[in-house]
């Protein structure tokens, strides 16, 4: 079984991301034909885990999540419940309960009375129209999940209003401007339009890097090209093994003795160093799909790439060693970082140094969770809204902290043969009293 626990750990949801790219490819023109999701729930790998087992629980999509589906692709029966796939409004490919999807579009449902709707993805308290800096015995609580028009107001604060069944106002009140852009920027609210791009931004890849990559207890000494040209093959690359791996190593920073090009005539393989034997380093190439509406009412099309580099922490020696949590993840692009969060910035109570004991908290989550090695473990609604946030506090970009959350992320069964559900028993460990089963007995 170690040569399970040495795979790539995200070889899944690289599977899923290419899975059905044409789906988003298509849909993403068209905003108007979305759904959304009637309550939050968690979204499962469309990829059938190698070997068989349960599919990996991938992330939490909140209530009011705008989702694309390919309505042509059949329903999957997972536990006796038929689950669809769909790209959600933040680009992921996902399996998620059928019952839990609206049947009727987003915008059949909530009527437009301008150019865009507001949702809100959590609680949030509205000054009424009057008063924009009033005290909360004034304003009114917005539920998460709520849809909100809108109302155009130059120079002044953005008035929001939602009507009740009777034709009156269910909610009226203001946010300025700033806080307005800056809730958007935190991922607290969302705003689409029938003609907005859905997903804008979309993961329509993963590539793991094998060849530079290290298991636990492994020390690089050389690359070969036999190696780089498999990466190669798998990427969407041009060229030859040499520029791939001169790529690599300037994007990660990797040194590299002497000329590969040399190297690789006269023995096949070219020198470098860095690993130990406490840890593993995993590499990845991340390409998205950015979607742009234009002002002739074109979308158009840019792809980016990210470099994902994982840190990983191993429990004990030799080729036995498992890698039970990822220390720390560093995200680049073009040769710049855009994010290198550590596993305690999300758990800094989680005791990792200087070993993670067997029957340590940490150690206990990565059982439960199937033997996958987490940066971050999503156990409730409470769970992702903190986790995202702190993702989103690095780099400022809704859609890219739900990609790299769901990217990094291993999330605890929901149902378990004990007395006490394994995601309880890890919201518990790495929430602790702030976590939603905290006083669950």
């Not at 460990?429 to 939603?436: K, T, V």
Request: one cysteine or more; aromatic letters at 8%; charged letters at 20%.
């Amino acid at each position: 079984m170690v040569h399970l626990f040495r795979a790539l750990i995200w070889a899944a949801i690289a599977c899923a991301a290419m899975a059905q790219s044409n789906v988003a490819a298509a849909d993403a023109q068209l905003a108007a034909n979305a759904h959304f999701v009637t309550q939050g729930t968690f979204a499962l790998d469309p990829a059938v885990p190698a070997g068989g087992g349960p599919r990996r629980i991938l992330t939490y999509v909140p209530i009011s999540t705008l989702v694309m589906r390919e309505k042509s692709l059949p329903d999957i029966i997972i536990g006796g419940q038929p689950y669809a796939q769909v790209v959600t409004q933040n680009g992921l490919t996902v399996l998620i309960l059928k019952r839990v999807l609206s049947e009727r579009t987003f915008f059949s449902v909530f009527k437009l009375t301008g150019d865009r709707l507001t949702i809100f993805h959590d609680d949030y308290f509205l000054c009424p129209a009057d008063n924009a800096e009033c005290t909360e015995d004034q304003g009114q609580m917005v539920p998460r999940g709520s849809v909100l028009n809108a109302v155009a107001a130059a120079g002044g604060p953005r008035r929001l209003q939602a009507q009740d069944g009777s034709g009156g106002l269910k909610w009226d009140g203001v946010i300025s401007e700033a806080r307005y852009l800056d809730e958007l920027n935190r991922g607290v609210i969302s705003e689409v339009g029938p003609s907005t791009p859905l997903p804008s931004t979309f993961m329509s890849r993963m590539l793991p890097l094998a060849s530079i990559s290290t298991d636990c207890g492994q020390s690089k000494k050389s690359v070969t090209e036999r190696s780089v040209s498999a990466d190669l093959k798998l990427s969407v690359e041009t060229g030859d093994a040499v520029s791939f791996l001169t790529r690599l190593a300037g994007l990660f920073k990797l040194t590299i003795q002497g000329d590969i090009a040399a190297g690789f005539r006269r023995s096949g393989s070219v020198e470098i160093e860095y690993g130990d034997g406490k840890s593993a380093l995993k590499f990845h190439e991340l390409s998205l799909i950015q979607y742009s509406a234009q002002a002739d009412g074109r979308i158009t099309q840019t792809t980016r790439k990210l470099q994902v580099q994982a840190r990983l922490k191993c429990v004990g020696d030799g080729p036995g060693a498992l890698p039970v949590v990822i220390t720390q993840a560093l995200v680049s692009e073009n040769g710049g970082f855009l994010a290198t969060p550590k596993l305690l910035d999300f758990y800094p109570n989680l005791k990792i140094d200087p070993e993670i004991e067997n029957g340590s908290k940490a150690f206990e989550v990565y059982s439960l969770v199937g033997r996958q090695p987490f940066l971050t473990s999503i156990s409730s609604r409470v769970a992702y809204a903190r986790l995202l946030r702190i993702w989103n506090e690095r780099i400022r970009d809704p859609n890219l902290a739900n990609v790299l959350l769901a990217v990094f992320n291993a999330t605890c069964p929901a149902v378990g043969t004990g007395n006490l559900k394994p995601i309880v028993a890890c919201d518990r460990a790495l929430e602790g009293e702030r976590g939603i089963y905290a006083s669950l007995q």
